[in-house]
Nanobody, 121 residues
C-alpha cells in the first residue's frame, strides 16, 4: 500500500509563486526517484522536473530558471518551488515516484491524484 498526496496548488496571478508538496507513505522500501508532471486540457501529460537519488535533476526546458525541485530531509517528500509563473503553466500537477515496496520488493511507478494550478493573466 503506497500513497502519494500532493498539496499547494491554487490560484495565482502571472509573475507570482507557488510551492507544491508531495508526501509518500506506506510500505516503502526505497525511493529511487521522484518527480512532477503536469497536464493541461487537450494536451499530453509532460515531465516538469525529476530528482534522482545520486543527485541528478532534470527540468523541462520551459521551466528552467523558474522552477526548483527538491527532496525533504526525510526523503519521503518532494517539493516544487514555482516562481515567475505564466498562464501557460496552468495545469493539473501530478507527483510521481519510482519506488520499491516492502511487500514484495517490486519496483513500480506511482502517481498522486494531482493538484490544480491556475495562473491568471
Amino acid at each position: 500500500q503506497v500513497q502519494l498526496v500532493e498539496s499547494g496548488g491554487g490560484l495565482v496571478q502571472a509573475g507570482g509563486s507557488l510551492r507544491l508538496s508531495c508526501a509518500a507513505s506506506g510500505s516503502i522500501f526505497s525511493i529511487n526517484a521522484m518527480g512532477w508532471y503536469r497536464q493541461a486540457p487537450g494536451k499530453q501529460r509532460e515531465l516538469v522536473a525529476e530528482i534522482i537519488n545520486g543527485g541528478k535533476i532534470n527540468y523541462a526546458d520551459s521551466v528552467k530558471g523558474r522552477f526548483t525541485i527538491s527532496r525533504g530531509n526525510s526523503k519521503n517528500t518532494v517539493y516544487l518551488q514555482m516562481n515567475s509563473l505564466k498562464p501557460e503553466d496552468t495545469a493539473v500537477y501530478y507527483c510521481n515516484a519510482d519506488l520499491i515496496q516492502y511487500t514484495d520488493y517490486a519496483r513500480g511507478d506511482y502517481w498522486g491524484k494531482g493538484t490544480q494550478v491556475t495562473v491568471s493573466s
